[in-house]
């Protein structure tokens, strides 16, 4: 199965452009996975909530959602990235997984800093899609520092975790090695590169986007503000034997009797 | 306060010598909390239970613990190591912390590889010593690649994890760094080096002992296969504040309502 991310700078709030640059770097390639940025469609740095009001959209009226899922069928691709949902009053720093007409939406349960004044935070189930090949756990950028979000994805059996970020410090990408050591579980992780200088504020996105296997192998990874299209040949059903040796397996060695979560 | 760790090669089977071993590098100095090895009073490669029920000790009646007893008054110091444990009819891979004649017993809970053969599981509650001014919670090697150990010793208050470790795989070192970021906590591993060659097989030990403060700062290591004493000054009081800006929250910012753990 080949699996891939797209790391670029998004132009603040112009999604058709940053829908374009995504085909763009894309070109006649594909991959059966491909992971976009966190809010890929918009930028990051929006001034208030009226901005990013009429920035987000509604999954079923969103021009960019529909767009990916006839670029998912003609493709064969599963797509998954980024973007500000518009749900009644509420607004979600949410990503997208389209197959075909199926799609999953996944709202940002870990809000960074300055995103709670801008996001309400997800209320979503564990976000996993099943295609009956593969299951595909979804992450968003600051929940990786939360051991437990990966930890929920991987005991209800995703084999991938495709991590969409806008990452601005530098702690991420060694991390995931560790994700992937104490998991056993394949992680994708798509960062933007560039930076947001918007009323005053200034971010500088840390690229550096990365596919970890299980094992804490880096098999794939890029520079820290190059755009590109990357992908690698992996076998998911290795995230599923979670013994370390003959004698320890990740889950079932657990000592749930212990643990005061 | 001052705390450190002391990197040794223990002697196969001889805690006389490796107890002098510990007095001898430690010399006329001191710390605060001192972190010796998993096992350093034995070595780690039994040949079979029948070894390691001769070489194990009842805390009741251990020489090597009234002897961590008396140097603990007259340093005024807290000493952490580990050592084979005979309780009964059971023998724990465990871990001893004494302050003066108080004792705090850890039997560890994730048991690598072939110690399933000889010892049993631990049933210790979380191990957390608090003596009024720093609370301190224990582990032994093999924890650390649980996420749930060390998150739940945080929860329940640890202001530094004391890990006295046997790592025979490169990658503990590393995740320590993951662990001191996700949970904002000092943590000592004092790991040994040297080889235990025995029963046909063949343990290299990889030292790099280290001390990470909250946020992952490795403030203190040492190489791979030197015996020493090493000690730094911390602020414990630092792991109390999980506030990483002035709107997240490690702690609070869990998502106890999503988590399936």
Redesign the interface.
């Known amino acids: 199965m080949e699996v891939g991310f797209i790391q670029f700078a998004p132009k603040f709030g112009n999604s058709e452009y940053n829908t374009q640059k995504v085909l763009h770097l894309l070109g006649t390639d594909r991959a059966d996975i491909i992971v976009l940025p966190e809010l890929f469609t918009t930028g990051y740095l929006f001034k208030n909530r009226e901005e990013l009001e009429r920035l987000s959209e509604n999954v079923n009226y969103s021009v960019t959602i529909s767009k990916f899922k006839e670029l998912s069928k003609e493709k064969n691709t599963i797509f998954i990235g980024g973007f500000p949902e518009k749900s009644g009053d509420n607004i979600y720093n949410s990503q997208f997984l389209v197959d075909g007409d199926k799609i999953l939406i996944y709202r940002k349960?870990?809000l960074?800093?300055?995103e709670?004044k801008l996001f309400e935070?997800?209320n979503?189930?564990?976000p996993i899609y099943n295609n009956g090949i593969v299951k595909i756990g979804l992450m968003i950028c600051?929940d990786w520092?939360?051991?437990?979000?990966m930890?929920?994805l991987a005991?209800?059996g995703a084999d991938i975790i495709c991590h969409s970020a806008n990452l601005v410090m530098p702690?991420c990408q060694?991390?995931m090695?560790?994700?992937a050591?104490?998991n056993r579980i394949y992680i994708i992780t798509a960062n933007r590169v560039g930076k947001d200088e918007r009323g005053g504020k200034s971010y500088q996105f840390t690229g550096r986007s990365q596919i970890v296997a299980p094992g804490?192998d880096i098999i794939l990874s890029t520079g820290k503000d190059n755009e590109t299209f990357l992908k690698i040949d992996i076998d998911p059903k290795k995230s599923r034997d979670k013994n370390i040796?003959n004698?320890?397996n990740?889950f079932k060695?657990?000592?749930?009797d212990?643990?005061?979560?």
Chains 1, 2 share one sequence.
Do not use: Q, V, W
């Open positions: 349960n870990h960074f800093y300055e709670k935070k997800g979503s189930n564990l600051f520092i939360f051991p437990e979000m930890r929920s005991l209800a702690y060694d991390a090695i560790t994700r050591i104490e804490g040796n004698s320890n990740l060695d657990r000592r749930t212990i643990y005061k979560l």
